[in-house]
């Protein structure tokens, strides 16, 4: 998966009003006080996290200081998500001096990956808990509510949470995630995923139908299916892993594919708009983008990582696929989806990366002209292979330079994409008000791209058509022109 970091984000609970008002259902006379870090899968998670509490007695809180329990969602990606986690820890210390009763806990990647050294290495913290252990939470809480500190860090090969109806915490009633699968085969020497998150699982496609039918029910217009890497979703009703079924019993079983479950949840509810996040480059089938052609519902946008043009660091990454192979794929998405919005990530100074390496890497992004990526410098992470094999021999001078000639090249080719759609007519939801001024909306168009343009008499979930007349390299600024 890629890291679509949405960086920090205090308090997801800092809703407008009318989401408020639906958190109210959580009502509890306890309250619950999260914040989540890192990539979309987190902020799913925490809205699971915040039905189970739920059910157990707690409502959620935007003010800490009222708070008897305080989450935080933590991301482990780079050294960096870490520190800013050890850095609100300290924080809670001064805000626990004035509510001393208010118990801490860690959740997400960190707190798979230390475990029960984060109780040794943080003394605010009471409890952790580990990605596919949050249903043990209400346990874990009677634990310290007795005084004493409490871990679940166990990983599962089944848990996908999908008998779980999340509490939307992080929207603004237009747009939700759902996630399809949990954990990742892959293993990308760079990455944790695999260690903090698990072996991939497949959820129920029966349950992802309902939670989507509810989600309509209650007037979300846009949801992205989510997961460390969607290419590899594969439902043949539950049980054992596939490896482990015979082949003969694997043939009578009915196997559901991203492809299908994609079509699936298009012709289920027409009118709303389908995103899916994370592809994955050795994964993905033109299956996918045959079906992406077929229904207008389903958004022409994919974040497919690369992170590196070169085959030789594509190679020392683990990454199952060749420059070649990749830039085929990209072809391919030109061909059958040809509006196609394409991201990327990008990793710069990974161990034994070349100056020839580099320009590879440029020369790829000069082949595809990405809409917009999510570039950062190689950040060692323990307990990786690449930390175990690979020494981090790239000077920090160099990892940065290299950085920013990704990003510069980055920022032209995204004004090259944004300017093509000067002139044209985008689809666009709108999600909420501008950033940079109050009378204007913010949306999407299907390239994932945004769009501002006037209020007029639209309203937040309006499907509307807007007339490109100008833009930045990141977004699109234009005027309705719907009837
Ligand atoms: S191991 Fe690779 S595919 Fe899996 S989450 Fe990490 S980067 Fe993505």
């Known amino acids: 998966m890629s890291q679509v970091y949405t960086d920090v984000v205090k308090n997801p ?9 639906e958190n109210n259902s959580t009502s509890g006379e306890k309250k619950l006080y999260i914040e989540s870090y890192g990539c979309q899968m987190n902020f799913s998670d925490s809205e699971i996290v915040a039905s189970i509490l739920s059910d157990a007695g707690y409502a959620t809180t935007q003010k800490i200081d009222e708070a008897d329990l305080v989450l935080v969602n933590t991301c482990s990606i780079r050294e960096k998500a870490e520190q800013t986690v050890r850095n609100r820890l300290e924080h809670f210390n001064g805000v626990k001096k004035a509510n001393p009763n208010m118990k801490v806990g860690v959740l997400g990647c960190m707190a798979e990956r230390l475990k029960s050294k984060f109780l040794e290495e943080e003394k605010i913290v009471d ?31 089944e848990e996908t949470y999908g008998d779980i109806s999340p509490v939307r915490l992080q929207t603004n009633g237009v747009t939700a995630f759902v996630s399809i699968t949990r954990g990742c085969d892959n293993m990308c020497t760079f990455c944790v995923v695999p260690f903090t998150r698990g072996r991939e699982r497949s959820r129920d496609p029966k349950s992802i139908l309902s939670e989507i039918d509810d989600l309509a029910k209650r007037g979300f217009k846009e949801v992205t299916l989510l997961g460390q890497n969607v290419d590899s979703y594969l439902w043949y009703g539950g049980g054992p892993k596939k490896e482990f079924i015979k082949a003969s019993e694997l043939q009578q079983k009915t196997a559901i594919h991203f492809h299908q479950l994609l079509d699936m949840v298009a012709v289920a509810q027409p009118k709303m708009r389908f995103r899916f996040s994370t592809s994955n480059p050795q994964d993905m089938t033109r299956d996918v983008l045959h079906t992406m052609a077929k229904h207008s519902n389903i958004c022409n946008y994919i974040h497919l990582p690369v992170q590196s043009g070169s085959d030789n660091i594509l190679k020392a990454m683990n990454r199952q696929h060749t420059r070649a192979e990749y830039k085929q794929l990209i ?85 090259w994409r944004t300017r093509q759609f000067v002139g044209k007519t985008v689809e666009v939801l709108i999600e909420k008000v501008s950033k940079k001024s109050d009378v204007h909306w913010s949306g999407r168009n299907q390239q994932n791209t945004v769009v501002v343009f006037p209020k007029e008499h639209y309203q937040v979930g309006d499907f509307v058509e807007v007339l490109i007349t100008d833009c930045t390299s990141a977004t699109l600024i234009g005027k309705a022109v719907s009837s």
Do not use: W
């Not at 609970?13 to 008002?21: H, M, S």
């Not at 000069?366 to 410098?377: R, S």
């Not at 690979?390 to 990892?399: C, M, R, W």
């Open 127 to 157: 409890l952790v808990v580990g990605p596919d252990a949050y249903k043990d939470l209400p346990n874990l809480l009677k634990e310290v509510e007795t005084g004493r500190d409490a871990v679940n860090v166990i990983l599962s090969k």
């Open 331 to 415: 072809d391919d998405i030109r061909r059958i989806v040809p509006d196609c919005g394409i991201s990327q990530d990008m990793i710069a100074g990974f161990p034994g990366e070349t100056e020839q390496d580099h320009q590879d890497t440029l020369s790829l992004m000069d082949y595809v002209k990405y809409d917009f990526g999510f570039m950062f410098m190689y950040s060692e992470r323990p307990g990786t292979p690449a930390a175990k094999k690979l020494q981090d021999n790239v000077p920090e001078p160099i990892k940065k330079h290299r950085l920013q000639e990704i990003v510069a090249l980055q920022q032209q080719h995204g004004l």
């Open 13 to 21: 609970n800092q809703y407008n009003g009318d989401v408020l008002a």
